[in-house]
């Protein structure tokens, strides 16, 4: 059992923990969440015992074992296999000793202790992990200096899950990883034997990986029970009530200030006075949690091309030699929202860059409108930005015509407000480089936008924005990504990359993860005996605006509700005097939801006609 009990520290005078309590129940899974900058990975490092408390403790079963992925990876000529299997201390110290040892009776012991911790299957299991976070096995065997810093991480990685240390710290372990490899770590983690804490902005891990939610706010800590969705849905209805209680103490203590006012110095009112004057001094004041800061993202909308902006005729692309891909014909319009699935090194990033126009087809042809405009982002341009430049001064050089307020506002569209404009890039956060990449990507209103790896540093606040910000978008969207959280609510058309081929793949984001987690021995899901009449173009796209049309009216009657919840939620509403008024705003919120469902209705059939046909 974690127990971190009445922890106070500061960071430069600013306080982070201020009597800070949690209990973790040994072998929990749990996700640690809060704002950026909140104090979550000095959290891990005050567990470490890296840092020092100033006040308070933190407890753990004598002989517990903490591990995390180190920050320094590892680049030598080791080899990646012997790199992970000496991350077992305990192990690797045994099997030397027993090298050298001559006192039969230490030999013993020696041997007893390797077989009580499975030394002998442990090259086997640290192949399996390596295999698991996308290491073939003729790669393990080479050494670690051959491969980059990306890879390495995934060896760290490797190494600290081999160890199965009594306590696993993971801070944000898939940001390095793929689809494949992020899925993969999250079956995993759910059989792990000891306690693990994470903290991730991946909702589909923290949703199926943990049983509870540590969140670290206002400087405490709360433990909820139970996966994300649950956190986020209990939080919010907390915040709703603590907000309306607000509500209601205000009025009332307004009411009574009002009396004392009034009524201080009259004589024979003297006495109510002071006792509503006590009455306030009692009033324990409700304070709301704060609400995470709302994020966004303002994309600029192309102008509408006639379809297809881009189409693939027997196309093939590569670096020179034989091509990674071939025999590509494929077809992007513009309100297409594709997926790309496929193990690491089968081509997806090749994929991309021939659509944004830096690779040429080595066979066959590839045609695109006259006036497409593509936007691409790819996790390495982030590391690409001038460190010694700030925001305003990147998109003056893309935009020099353009006048600061104007560029300042483009800036604030995504996120980057006055102190971030005037930051140089090396001091911005990595969520802050990353909205700074998107802005560069998409100034240009494109008609495609390719996006690999976008959710890499974003918190929970900023993903669920990117979901809003490319759901409204009015271009194509070909997205990379190991979030599938974020694939599930973007992506309508899945292609897998596979064999040098690329096809659209015929099940669903669930069959994927289904098939990835089960091995290859089922490539996809049956095919039904048979199948429908495809629909025409013309049909799936009168089907996509009925869904369109659907959504509006969804999102009005939403806007509505919340209004209406607003006023119902107005203490003085429910004064004597007012009762008729409430009535009538009764009414109005019960209409406005019989109209939600209907209109929930109405788009649910409208999803299942589009889906049926195909589109």
């Known amino acids: 059992m974690l127990k971190i009990e009445d922890i106070t520290y500061s960071v430069e005078g600013r306080p982070l923990f201020e009597g800070a309590s949690a209990t973790i129940p040994t072998g929990h899974k749990v996700g640690l969440v809060g704002r950026n900058g909140a104090g979550k990975t000095t959290l891990f490092r005050l567990i470490k015992g890296d840092l020092a408390l100033e006040g308070g403790s933190i407890t753990l079963p004598s002989r517990a074992k903490i591990g995390g992925v180190a920050q320094e990876v590892p680049s030598s000529s080791t080899s990646l296999l012997d790199t992970v299997l000496a991350a077992d201390t305990e192990r690797a110290e045994l099997m030397a000793e027993a090298e050298h040892a001559t006192d039969p009776h230490r030999i013993a012991e020696i041997q007893h202790r390797l077989a009580d911790i499975d030394a002998w299957s442990a090259e086997g299991r640290a192949s399996a992990i390596l295999k698991g976070l996308g290491f073939e096995p003729e790669e393990q065997l080479r050494p670690c200096s051959d491969f980059s810093g990306g890879w390495r991480m995934r060896v760290a990685l490797a190494g600290v899950l081999f160890a199965q240390p009594d306590l696993l710290l993971l801070d944000e372990p898939t940001n390095y990883l793929d689809l494949e490899g992020a899925l993969w770590l999250e079956n995993y983690l759910q059989k792990y034997p000891h306690t693990v804490i994470i903290i991730s902005h991946d909702r589909g891990l923290l949703n199926r990986a943990v049983q509870g939610i540590l969140h670290l706010d206002a400087k405490k800590l709360t433990y909820w029970t139970g996966p994300y969705d649950q956190f986020a849905r209990q939080r919010a209805e907390r915040i709703a009530v603590m907000t309306a209680e607000a509500k209601k103490q205000e009025a009332r203590r307004a009411h009574l200030q009002s009396f004392v006012d009034r009524f201080k110095a009259k004589a024979s009112k003297a006495v109510q006075a002071q006792s509503r004057v006590k009455m306030l001094e009692k009033l324990t004041p409700i304070t709301p949690p704060e609400e995470a800061k709302k994020q966004v993202f303002t994309f600029p909308e192309p102008e509408e091309l006639s379809p297809p902006i881009v189409n693939l005729d027997g196309a093939a692309v590569g670096y020179g030699g034989k091509p990674v891909l071939r025999k590509l014909s494929l077809r992007i319009d513009q309100d297409d929202r594709i997926a790309l699935l496929g193990r690491n090194g089968e081509g997806k990033s090749t994929l991309s860059k021939l659509l944004a126009g830096k690779l040429q087809a080595s066979e066959g042809r590839m045609t695109t409108s006259s006036k497409l405009r593509v936007g691409y982002f790819a996790q390495h341009q982030v590391d690409e930005l001038h460190l010694d430049e700030t925001p305003l001064q990147h998109i003056m050089r893309v935009r020099p015509a353009e006048g600061q307020p104007k560029l300042r506002a483009r800036l604030a569209g995504f996120g980057l407000m006055a102190d971030q404009a005037d930051t140089v890039v090396a001091r911005l956060s990595g969520g802050q480089k990353a909205r700074l990449s998107l802005l560069l990507a998409t100034i240009d209103a494109p008609h495609l936008l390719i996006l690999d790896e976008p959710t890499n540093h974003l918190d929970i606040e900023s993903r669920e924005a990117l979901v809003e910000a490319l759901t409204e978008y009015t271009g194509a969207v070909v997205l990379v990504s190991h979030d599938m959280h974020l694939l599930g609510l973007?992506?309508?058309?899945?292609?897998?990359?596979?064999?040098?081929?690329?096809?659209?793949?015929?099940?669903?984001?669930?069959?994927?993860?289904?098939?990835?987690?089960?091995?290859?021995?089922?490539?996809?899901?049956?095919?039904?005996?048979?199948?429908?009449?495809?629909?025409?173009?013309?049909?799936?796209?009168?089907?996509?605006?009925?869904?369109?049309?659907?959504?509006?009216?969804?999102?009005?009657?939403?806007?509505m509700r919340d209004k209406l919840a607003k006023k119902l939620a107005d203490p003085e509403l429910y004064e004597q005097a007012r009762i008729g008024e409430l009535e009538t705003w009764q009414k109005k919120y019960a209409e406005v939801m019989e109209g939600l469902d209907r209109a929930e209705a109405l788009w649910l059939t409208a999803q299942e006609k589009l889906e049926e046909a195909g589109g």
Do not use: C, H
């Open 490 to 559: 973007v992506a309508d058309r899945l292609w897998l990359v596979k064999g040098g081929a690329v096809a659209p793949y015929e099940g669903d984001l669930e069959d994927y993860r289904r098939m990835l987690l089960a091995g290859d021995e089922v490539e996809k899901p049956k095919a039904p005996v048979e199948k429908p009449k495809k629909a025409s173009r013309d049909e799936i796209l009168a089907l996509k605006a009925e869904v369109r049309k659907s959504e509006d009216r969804l999102a009005k009657l939403n806007e």
